[in-house]
């Protein structure tokens, strides 16, 4: 593992945490109020900080060493809507679906059987799960028009993610 370069994983990984938290952050607001979003979009940020810890452990078992980078901070603060987020939240996991793809394809090239396994059983099947996720709640945001029909978007919330009222 010490050869094979898992900090662009890392780097998408942690970015994301924070774009997932923000999101988060937003949908819980007092003008905002969408608690549903707020808990899927907390969860998510959850579940990506404990892949990237799982990564960074693996990591040091193995002898690797931890490179860190700085983490540019999310394009925006405000989200607008539930479509928005989950639009920008689906390209997030693309982007780190892509990573893992690249640091599979490293690690296959380079021999490390090991690290392939890891990354197969812990996350690429999740990602894919993950991405089939976000498109199914898009496609349904859409279809309810829910960017012009702020109903819509409660109910979404409120029955589809479980928001509380």
Known sequence: MNRIPSHVWLFSSNYNVLCLSTQA?????????????????KENSDEEREHAEKLLSFQNKRGGRILLQDIKKPERDEWGNGLEAMQCALQLEKNVNQALLD????????????LCNFLETHYLNEQVEAIKKLGDYITNLTKMDAVKNKMAEYLFDKHTLGGQS
């Open 25 to 41: 952050f937003y949908f819980s607001r007092d003008d905002v109020a969408l608690r549903g979003f707020a808990h899927f979009f």
């Open 103 to 114: 640091l599979h394809k490293i690690a296959s090239d380079k021999g490390d059987p090991h």
